[in-house]
């Protein structure tokens, strides 16, 4: 299959390129990120931009976005262009392709947790609004994926959650971690097979796809540092009010993945496989 993955210099992006490439023909798209040589095919463009040149693709994985959450509460007009248009821009240049989009467990306001497909969307930050609104591009027989997601960064310089963690941890620095945080977060590498077994049956409709089970972020470290041979009580319960984050974040954002776990072949990984596997590719890099 003829593959377009956008925003491939990204976290999951360079992750699925990987992925998808060992079956499917895939291109990428970059803007900013200088192209690198890959066997891949790369494409430069900016997506707010109209007139894309999609018609040759089977299918579109739109992983591209403004995915600052605190940038984009400050600069709307340019969330809403990179999360809003790049969306309709790509819907228009295609000619039939399968559109699979991902989007965010921001959607919800965090109120009530444990979001079903069926839950109403209430985002709290401009972020999560102009990811609804990405949705809301989507043609009907597109995918929408709502998910929380860690992996290494696609570069050094853009290092990742679970990166940072360890960097300050192998500097024997202490690390917080919000107790009034939940989330259910599935790693990239994980969610890559998820995407490809998407493709494969041209599945379309919204999927929660995450952790079976809910975790606060300070569960979620504490495991990471374990993993990584770090001692887990150099990880500290904090609340995430200390952060003064510039947007409001859901406080319990985890997603029901009942629909995911039924309708898929590929199954969610848990914390300990996840990491392992982030564990192995970081000692990979070597640094
Ligand atoms: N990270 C999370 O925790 C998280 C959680 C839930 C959902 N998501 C969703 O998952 C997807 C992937 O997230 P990620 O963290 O992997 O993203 P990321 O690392 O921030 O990468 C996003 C990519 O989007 C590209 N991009 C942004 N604006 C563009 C434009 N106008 N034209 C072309 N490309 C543009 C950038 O390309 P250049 O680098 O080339 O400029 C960038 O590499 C996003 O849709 C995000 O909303 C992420």
Redesign the pocket.
């Known amino acids: 299959m003829r593959v377009l993955v ?8 360079k992750t699925l390129v990987e992925q998808l490439s060992q079956k499917h023909q895939v291109s990428y ?5 200088p192209v690198k040589s890959t066997s891949a095919k790369a494409i430069e ?4 931009r109209p007139n894309l040149n999609l018609a040759d693709f089977e299918a579109v994985v ?7 959450v605190d940038q984009c509460q400050e600069h709307p007009e340019q969330a809403y ?3 809003v248009m ?1 969306t309709r821009n790509i819907a228009a240049s295609v000619a039939g392709a399968h559109i699979v989009y ?5 959607v919800f306001d965090g109120v009530k947790g444990n979001y079903s497909e069926e839950d109403k969307p209430s985002p709290l930050s401009v972020y999560g609004r102009t ?1 609804l609104e990405g949705e809301n591009e989507v043609p009907g027989d597109g995918c929408i994926i709502r ?4 992996g290494l ?2 570069d050094p310089q ?1 290092p ?2 679970v990166e940072k963690v360890i960097f300050r941890l192998r500097k024997g620095e202490a690390v917080n971690g919000f107790t009034d945080q939940l989330f259910t977060p599935v790693s ?1 590498r994980n969610l890559a097979l998820f995407i490809e077994e998407i493709l494969a049956r041209r599945l379309g409709g919204i999927f929660n796809i995450g952790s079976s089970q809910s975790y606060t972020k300070y569960e979620f470290i504490r495991t990471a540092a374990q993993i990584f041979g770090f001692d887990p009580k150099a990880v500290k319960p904090g609340l995430s009010s200390s952060a003064n984050y510039r947007a409001p974040r859901p406080r319990d954002a985890s997603l029901d993945t009942t629909k995911a776990q039924k309708n898929f072949n590929t199954k969610v990984w848990d914390l300990k496989k996840s990491f392992e596997t982030i564990k192995f590719e970081w000692e990979a890099r070597q640094y």
């Not at 798209?29 to 990120?33: A, E, I, L, M, R």
């Open positions: 956008t925003g491939g210099a990204g976290m999951l992006g798209t970059t803007h900013h990120t463009c900016d997506l707010t739109h992983t591209a976005a403004m995915t600052n262009q990179a999360n790049a991902i989007s965010t467990d921001f990811k998910t929380s997601i860690y960064g696609s853009r990742g959650m990239t």
